[in-house]
């Protein structure tokens, strides 16, 4: 093996080299301006413990602080780096303002008719004794009971895109907490809130949002929405005061059979779907809503989307349910989340510094999606390197997000030497001030 000293490198290897220090710094100065408007309001110190955090989720893949000092390369033990950081995640709350930046960022660049994805998700910790405020949780993938805390989050979906919007965990045994719908409007209003160009934004969610109180949020703050209701909910017909179970409206209504795109097993398919709608309300709103059926071969049974979007015909019908079918981008997005940044080997034992740890790294997630879907002469040679460096075969759609982050990885991995956030700078009196140490003239 023929080892190079830096000075005398091939003269490839050198612009190699310097190609990769311009990137360093490049992703250096992104967590730095980012971390100035989440810690605005925070001192020096504060913008500098955001700035490592922040690169260091970046660097390692990891929510381990363990992990995390690593990529820090500060020169003292381990041991002193993550105390450091552990005092820090305790000493502050920055969920609100991590939230507040990130949706002000993205609402300035959303589209007119964007589309909202909302959604629930857990974080298991099935080995956890002594961590603060533990929820006996229902993990929706392995159909079982465990120990765990909640998270809700929001993106902006397309067919190939998600872009993190809003992100919090929370438990219910908190003191804090007060219901899941609290949790939910609250991000819904900080979105309505930095919504300054007043786009049409159309809310799509799963059954857990299949809540009147929701419903009329929705209508207070003027929001289109596509729910998937429960087919036992009751349902009235226009013109009818009879309440019906939501799985018998499919009889009420002719069905129209066209090819269209399922999800099935996490693969998109084009199949053959029968699309029914009807038009009604739920007994307790006076707001009458579109109940659309789609049936499948591959469904288990028929889905049923309620929306207030205007519903015409069978085509403009499987349009709100193509809508619909974009809600899997949040999906993708947490299952990201746990591969890619080892959310659930989170290892802080006190629950506003899980909280923090969290928030920043839905903050280095949406780091991550500024580099895959801005455009710019910038990013693009910042995304195209990274993606170089990555080596994996797929590069399309959320796959993306995998190639950055790896990529991330293995630059960072080369840095020998401390990265310095936000230096402090001593202030030097000039000659002429009163402050100033006269000199006394040599002897001689």
Same mark, same amino acid.
């Given at each position: 093996m023929v080892l190079y000293h830096k000075a005398d490198l091939p003269q490839k290897a050198k612009?190699?080299?310097?190609?990769?220090?311009?990137? /360093?710094?490049?992703?250096?100065?992104?967590?730095?301006?980012?971390?100035?408007?989440?810690?605005?309001?925070?001192?020096?110190?504060?913008?500098?413990?955001?700035?490592?955090?922040?690169?260091?989720?970046?660097?390692?893949?990891?929510?381990?602080?363990?992990?995390?000092?690593?990529?820090?390369?500060?020169?003292?033990? /381990?041991?002193?780096?993550?105390? &450091?950081?552990?005092?820090?995640?305790?000493?502050?709350?920055?969920?609100?303002?991590?939230?507040?930046?990130?949706?002000?960022?993205?609402?300035?660049?959303?589209?007119?008719?964007?589309?909202?994805?909302?959604?629930?998700?857990?974080?298991? $910790?099935?080995?956890?004794?002594?961590?603060?405020?533990l929820y006996d949780i229902h993990d929706g993938s392995r159909h079982e009971r465990g120990k765990g805390y909640l998270m809700f989050c929001m993106a902006s979906v397309g067919k190939e895109t998600v872009k993190p919007l809003y992100g919090e965990m929370y438990s219910t045994t908190a003191p804090e907490y007060r219901s899941s719908y609290d949790i939910t409007t609250r991000g819904l209003d900080m979105l309505v809130e930095q919504n300054k160009e007043r786009n049409q934004l159309t809310i799509v969610a799963d059954r857990g949002y299949d809540d009147e109180k929701l419903y009329r949020y929705y209508q207070d703050k003027g929001l289109r929405f596509i729910t998937r209701i429960r087919r036992d909910r009751n349902f009235m017909l226009s013109g009818s005061q009879i309440?019906?179970?939501?799985?018998?409206?499919?009889?009420?209504? $002719?069905?129209?059979?066209?090819?269209?795109?399922? /999800?099935?097993?996490? &693969?998109?398919?084009?199949?053959?779907?029968?699309?029914?709608?009807?038009?009604?309300?739920? *007994?307790?709103?006076?707001?009458?809503?579109?109940?659309?059926?789609?049936?499948? &071969?591959?469904?288990?049974?028929?889905?049923?989307?309620?929306?207030?979007?205007?519903?015409?015909?069978?085509? *403009?019908?499987?349009?709100?349910?193509?809508?619909?079918?974009?809600?899997?981008?949040?999906?993708?997005?947490?299952?990201?989340?746990?591969?890619?940044?080892?959310?659930?080997?989170?290892?802080?034992?006190?629950? $506003?510094?899980?909280?923090?740890?969290?928030?920043?790294?839905?903050?280095?997630?949406?780091?991550? *999606?500024? /580099?895959?879907?801005?455009?710019?002469?910038?990013?693009?040679?910042?995304?195209?390197?990274?993606?170089?460096k990555a080596k994996r075969l797929r590069k399309d759609g959320t796959f993306l997000y995998y190639s950055i982050i790896d990529g991330l990885k293995q630059l960072v991995a080369r840095l020998d030497k401390k990265l310095i956030f936000f230096e402090h700078v001593y202030w030097s009196p000039p000659a002429y001030s009163l402050f100033a140490k006269i000199r006394e003239p040599k002897n001689g």
């Open positions: 612009v190699q080299h310097h190609m990769e220090d311009a990137i /360093i710094s490049e992703v250096k100065d992104r967590v730095k301006r980012f971390s100035k408007k989440i810690g605005k309001e925070k001192s020096l110190p504060g913008k500098r413990f955001i700035s490592e955090m922040l690169f260091g989720i970046l660097g390692s893949g990891d929510t381990k602080l363990t992990s995390i000092g690593r990529v820090l390369k500060e020169p003292i033990a /381990i041991q002193q780096t993550v105390k &450091r950081l552990s005092r820090n995640l305790a000493d502050i709350d920055i969920t609100n303002e991590v939230n507040r930046t990130m949706v002000s960022e993205r609402m300035s660049s959303l589209e007119p008719e964007a589309i909202i994805a909302i959604d629930g998700s857990d974080i298991r $910790k099935p080995y956890a004794e002594s961590m603060e405020h309440n019906r179970k939501v799985d018998t409206l499919y009889g009420y209504t $002719k069905s129209r059979k066209m090819q269209g795109e399922v /999800i099935h097993e996490g &693969r998109v398919k084009e199949v053959q779907l029968s699309v029914a709608m009807v038009r009604g309300r739920i *007994s307790n709103l006076s707001t009458e809503y579109t109940v659309i059926v789609i049936k499948s &071969r591959l469904f288990q049974e028929p889905m049923y989307l309620m929306t207030n979007i205007r519903v015409e015909n069978h085509q *403009s019908a499987y349009r709100v349910y193509a809508k619909y079918l974009k809600r899997w981008g949040i999906e993708t997005m947490y299952r990201l989340m746990k591969e890619k940044f080892n959310l659930e080997d989170m290892r802080v034992l006190r629950y $506003k510094r899980m909280r923090n740890l969290f928030s920043l790294m839905m903050g280095s997630l949406y780091l991550v *999606s500024k /580099i895959v879907y801005t455009v710019g002469n910038k990013t693009d040679f910042l995304q195209k390197q990274l993606i170089r």
